[in-house]
């Protein structure tokens, strides 16, 4: 090689230069020269065959292999499924959005002076996204999104397990109970509210909580489908000339309930406490409603543990009586557990009572986990959330200038009552008080509601006139007060679109990843290799089903149209 040649250059020409060469030799050395280079030419040639073989070889086997190990992946993910015996727990943080994690991690972090990599125990479980959309529109309400939990389908807002052509569809609750599996609901609002209802029972609409109740109860195409119901919403199985009781009619469905379909029936903290402090079995079918319609949110709750059993409580309890109920079974259990009151504060745009439903539904999750973990029969928790609620933004511009970069957690620290409750108390007030001064009540709002109730010392005249000015606003006014300070935003009342995060255990892995929400509801299917589709079938109505709705329907609303 000469010297003044690059290092790092290849003996091998081009073949312009070959040609080049070639000639010049062809000149001085004649014929013999010329042959040599022929030869030298040809060597060449089958350099760069060979080399050409090797690749393409090799790139085949990279590919063959390649296919392989992504057809080994796919096989363990199948093959997460456990053989034998097995549970799942569904979890739904009902209007719980990204921007709630947020929130609340930071919240807890200020509160128990945590450090700032001490996180949730959800956020050791994230796994993926799901995409809410509705049949019927991009931002969907509970109805759709639990029906596409439930049955794995899309539908249209307001929709119980019905389909948009108005057809019912099996829920994967009713094919488990088909199969041999052992049910329930655990919940914090009515347990006939749009979640709940979407699992043990069908209807046009969320509206018709009396026949969903009658559902759930077992007065269903199929039968009693639920072992175990806890939550909130004893009215609409009270009787409309009852105490207590919201239904269009008069039935009992408590005493139905004992009477023809075996329940056990409980509607006290002291009932509760016997059945679950008393160490015997649980008798199921259990039913136990807690409050008329939707237990206190757990920032007021916690004052009254004397009367209200918290989400982590009854969720203990239904696992407890369902794994010992399935314990000499082949089959297991399929429980659905909701953080209801999250979409509430939502709503009410209360940030307050935000971060304290969160924490409730994070030490609910918590003991699921922990359950898993010592049970010796092989399951599965998968939880997500059917929407956002209320445009959460955890920072707020309150005035034109160039918004600051922070947010204040120390003022939801102080509040120690939802605006649900303070409004409450507001109205109890201005009912008992109808001849107090406007001075009087004024003085009673500031001090006792919002300086006490929310921790605000610093209330404007005029955020204080608004109570006595508007007082059917005061459940928006209070909330608002407490975000302002605390430099929370919000962007609607209602519902968002945004994507909403999903959690899992081991097991769950095939959520990884953006999904569509009725991805999730094939999942559950599929996990507890269960037939909805069969369901479905059993569920078409024959003629006299539908005479028998004609005649409730009318019985409520009169002639149909």
Known sequence: MSFTQPLFTTDRRSSTHSDERATEEDALLGDQQKKSQIGQTRGAFWREFGLFVWAALATAAVIVLGVLFQHQSATRDNNTKPAGKRNLIFMVSDGMGPASLSLTRSFRQYRDSLPIDDILVLDQHFIGSSRTRSSSSLVTDSAAGATAFSCGKKSYNGAISILPDHTPCGTVLEAAKKAGYMTGLVVTTSITDATPACFASHANLRTEEDLIAQQEIGDHPLGRVLDLM????????????????????????????????????????????????????????????????????????????????????????????????????????????????????????????????????????????????????????????????????????????????????????????????????????????????????????????????????????????????????????????????????????????????????????????????????????????????????????????????LRYYESIHGPAP
């Open 230 to 549: 806890l939550g909130g919403g004893r009215c609409h199985f009270l009787p409309n000339n009852s105490s207590g009781g919201c239904r269009a009619d008069d039935l009992d469905l408590t005493d139905l309930a004992q009477k023809k379909y075996n329940w056990t029936y409980i509607d006290s903290r002291r009932q509760y406490d016997d059945i679950t402090s008393s160490g015997d079995t649980i008798k199921l079918p259990l039913m136990g409603l807690f409050a008329d319609r939707d237990i206190p949110f757990e920032i007021d709750r916690r004052n009254m543990t004397n009367i209200y059993p918290s989400l982590d409580e009854m969720a203990r309890t239904a696992l407890k009586a369902l794994e010992v109920a399935t314990q000499d079974s082949d089959k297991g259990f399929f429980l659905m557990i909701e953080g209801s009151r999250i979409d509430h504060a939502g709503h009410w745009n209360d940030p307050a009572a935000q971060v304290n439903e969160v924490l409730a539904y994070d030490k609910a999750f918590a003991s699921v986990v922990e359950f898993l973990e010592r049970s010796s029969d092989d399951g599965v928790l998968v939880a997500t959330s059917d929407h956002e609620t209320g445009g959460l933004a955890v920072a707020r511009q309150l005035n034109e200038d160039y918004p600051e970069y922070l947010w204040y957690p120390e003022v939801l620290d102080r509040v120690s009552h939802s605006g649900e409750y303070l409004t409450k108390q507001l109205y109890s007030h201005l009912h008992s008080k109808s001849s107090e001064t406007k001075d009087e009540l004024r003085k009673y709002i500031l001090e006792e509601l919002v300086e006490k109730g929310l921790g605000i010392s610093d209330a404007s005249e005029e955020e204080i006139q608004l109570f006595i000015d508007k007082p059917l606003g005061a459940l928006y006014f209070f909330a608002g007060m407490v975000s302002r300070r605390a430099q929370i935003g919000w962007s609607t009342h209602g519902h968002s679109a945004v994507d909403v995060n999903i959690y899992g255990t081991a097991g769950s892995q095939d959520l990884r990843g953006n999904n569509e929400n009725t991805d999730i509801g094939k999942f559950l299917r599929h996990f507890l290799e269960v037939d909805v589709d069969e369901v479905t079938k059993e569920l078409i109505p024959t003629e006299e089903d539908i005479k028998s709705s």
